[in-house]
């Protein structure tokens, strides 16, 4: 995977950063690279004393503003690599800075992976688990319930290990905090012996597929754009020893690149001159791209490639009301089609097993995650506030790294650990020093 696509840091123009997506565009009053913990403490120390704010920063691939700054940019990039293995247990220790796409081969060496993985490892450790990413599988939890320890660098300048026995309260909030309760500078994750994935990837006409069955020995992955068939990714889990048989670096190029990729690029272009097209080039893109199988290890089969920038929000639901939901979506995409918008991207759904992480999206519940994409460079508003009118209204959370409009006192009836929540954040950040204005829109000032 081409580390320029979907990957790096926050873009840097100059001292002025961006979102991978492009939509945030933001100027720290200042940059700290800390290559340890106690640089990280001494730097969150000396923001205070001058009181300015402070954010961590991993990939910068949060959809939402939720890691800009005017204030003090910590950059956890210097900070990457394993610090602990267990063997017995499948718990390591890891620097927050680590990227998801480096922590895979890292682990494979010791015999151990991921149980899951979202559908890009960009990511660094420490943004993935403060907006509560995941993955699909009803078997599987997000990142944050792998967690079974942090190491924290707190508003007091002070290093602080929490799990469920060392200030356990801390320990919950923080495990999906949006960097609101401090820095993490290392996660304890527990991890599973190495597996491979066998994927199928095909096209299926949608009434097939909704509602999906959800399968938790072989978890999907289901887009579908409006007017076309849906495009399954089913992954089944193999031992070691059942032998790889990867996709080509030939074939990896050609599908995902040029024809995944380029159809996607050409689709939103054309899309943007000429509506009308986009259903045609969404059914010559379900059903014309790639339909394959493959065997890898783990962390190459969860991951895709996505070089063509878009714009996302995406809503976790109870499943049950998936068809609910699924119905009053296209029932939007048909008014906005007759309205002449037509969304080049598809809608991709996923499910994950309920946790019990207070700020998880699928915090108590087994949850559907339906996701909703527009091309950068089209103004999303209208399809996102009309898919976030249905999602909403049947109890949806939104993704904490995607774009939304909730806040802070519908979160509070969201989560119901919202108020434990706040009173650890009292207790941890009395002065504030870890927020912007996106979060005091989501957590109160
Ligand atoms: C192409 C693409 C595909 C994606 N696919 C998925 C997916 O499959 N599943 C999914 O759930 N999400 C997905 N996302 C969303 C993404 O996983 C989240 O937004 C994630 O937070 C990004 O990680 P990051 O390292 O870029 O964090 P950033 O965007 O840099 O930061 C996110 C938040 O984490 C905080 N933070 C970062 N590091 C730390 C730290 N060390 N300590 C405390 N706080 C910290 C920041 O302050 C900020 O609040 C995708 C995003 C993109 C652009």
């Given at each position: 995977m081409s580390p320029t696509t979907t990957g790096g840091p926050a873009r840097t123009v100059g001292p002025t950063h961006r979102t991978w997506s492009g939509a945030h565009r933001w100027t720290p009053a200042r940059e700290v690279r800390p290559a340890s913990a106690d640089e990280v403490a001494a730097a969150v120390a000396a923001a205070a004393g001058e009181g300015l704010r402070v954010r961590a920063i991993g990939a910068g691939h949060s959809f939402s503003p939720v890691a800009v700054t005017d204030g003090v940019q910590l950059d956890l990039e210097r900070m990457s690599g394993l610090t602990h293995v267990d063997h017995a247990t499948g718990r390591v220790r890891v620097l927050a800075g680590t990227p998801l796409h480096q922590l895979g081969p890292l682990l494979g060496a010791h015999g151990l992976a991921l149980a899951n993985m979202g559908d890009i490892d960009r990511q660094s450790v420490g943004g993935a688990l403060a907006t509560s990413t995941h993955g699909t599988g009803l078997g599987f939890t997000g990142y944050?319930?792998?967690?079974t320890g942090l190491r924290l660098a707190t508003a007091d300048g002070a290093l602080r290990w929490v799990d469920t026995e060392h200030e356990p309260e801390l320990f919950e909030a923080a495990r999906v905090s949006l960097g609101a309760l401090g820095v993490i500078v290392e996660a304890e994750l527990r991890c599973v012996p190495a597996f491979l994935l066998e994927a199928r990837e095909q096209a299926e006409p949608l009434a097939d597929v909704v509602p999906p069955s959800w399968s938790a020995a072989a978890p999907r992955t289901t887009s579908s754009s409006p007017g076309s068939p849906a495009r399954t990714k089913q992954n089944t889990r193999l031992p070691l020893g059942a032998g790889v048989d990867p996709v080509g670096a030939f074939r990896s190029t050609v599908m995902d690149g040029i024809l995944a990729n380029g159809v996607y690029a050409l689709m939103c272009r054309a899309g943007g001159q000429a509506p009308r097209i986009v259903p045609a080039l969404n059914r010559v893109s379900a059903w014309g791209v790639d339909q394959r199988r493959y065997r890898d290890v783990s962390h190459r089969v969860f991951v895709a490639d996505r070089s063509v920038r878009f714009r996302e929000m995406e809503y976790a639901l109870p499943l049950e009301s998936f068809e609910e939901a699924f119905a009053g979506l296209q029932a939007v995409t048909r008014d906005l089609a007759r309205r002449g918008v037509l969304p080049s991207f598809p809608v991709e759904v996923r499910a994950a097993a309920a946790d019990d992480v207070w700020l998880s999206t699928a915090h108590g519940r087994d949850s559907v995650y339906i996701a909703v994409h527009r091309w950068?460079?089209?103004?999303p508003t209208a399809y996102f506030r009309a898919c976030e009118e249905v999602f909403a209204g049947l109890g949806g959370r939104p993704h904490w790294g995607k774009e939304h409009t909730r806040d802070a006192a519908w979160a509070a009836g969201a989560y119901p650990r919202f108020a434990d929540f706040q009173a650890v954040r009292d207790a941890v950040d009395p002065g504030r020093v870890f927020t912007n204005d996106h979060l005091d829109r989501v957590f109160g000032a």
């Open positions: 944050a319930g792998m967690v950068h460079r089209e103004d």
